[in-house]
């Protein structure tokens, strides 16, 4: 469980989802441990917040046919103006707390994202999707059918994930709340096909 501390404080691929409003299930949260924030802003403990999208498929590649996934960065604040609290409060009615497990407020729930592209820092002239808000779901759960998450067989969560874990400054391990035992097989699967992620 990932629970939240009590303070008032991507890769991008060819293949990208359709900007646009498109129903997703968080399938995962992803504790990332304090991360540095450089010369310019504080260490912040963060999560990455990860959805699959419903009926969005890849058409090209060696992912073609499997659903696009997309993630979210957030510092792991209680704080009522912070993005994780906005999004939560806009999303699902709930006020977040301190010492709530914020893994089992958004794991398992259905929303609706509003898709943007936005120009990559590297190169300009290419784009990448990321999350513009999250919204109450349109559609219902019953007939999805999951590709991504622990409960699907042989799924882990991307490299480039366990890279950030393996930067972070206090590890997510030395909180006792990390719901998983870090990746070391170095494998890569469909869980991060198409994914792109957004600054928090």
Same mark, same amino acid.
């Given at each position: ?7 008032? !404080?991507?890769?991008?691929?060819? *293949? ?8 997703? /299930?968080?399938? /995962?949260?992803?504790?990332? %441990? ?6 310019? =802003?504080? !260490? ?16 090209? %590649?060696? =992912? ?9 960065? /957030? !510092?792991?604040?209680? /704080?009522?103006?912070? !993005? ?16 709530? #497990? ?11 994202? #509003? ?31 999951? *590709? ?27 909180? %006792?709340?990390?719901?998983? *035992? ?11 096909? %198409? ?6």
């Amino acid at each position: 469980m990932i629970s939240i501390p009590n303070d008032n !404080n991507g890769s991008s691929l060819k *293949e990208i989802p359709k900007a646009g409003l498109r129903a997703a /299930y968080c399938y /995962y949260v992803v504790d990332l %441990g304090v991360q540095d924030g450089g010369p310019t =802003y504080d !260490n912040k403990h963060q999560i990455l917040a990860m959805f699959e999208l419903n009926e969005t498929i890849m058409e090209e %590649g060696e =992912y073609f046919g499997k659903k696009f996934v997309i993630s979210k960065f /957030y !510092n792991l604040s209680a /704080y009522e103006k912070s !993005n994780l609290a906005v999004d939560t409060k806009n999303w699902l009615g709930i006020e977040i707390e301190p010492e709530m #497990n914020i893994d089992e407020i958004l794991v398992g729930k259905v929303a609706t994202l #509003n898709i943007a592209h936005k120009a990559t820092t590297k190169d300009p002239s290419k784009e990448r999707a990321q999350i513009a808000t999250i919204n109450p779901p349109m559609d219902q759960m019953e007939d999805w059918e999951i *590709e991504n998450g622990p409960k699907i067989e042989g799924w882990h969560f991307p490299n480039w994930v366990q890279k950030i874990r393996e930067k972070a400054i206090t590890k997510p391990e030395d909180f %006792g709340t990390c719901p998983f *035992e870090p990746d070391t097989t170095n494998k890569t699967t469909s869980s991060h096909a %198409g994914a792109d992620t957004n600054s928090y």
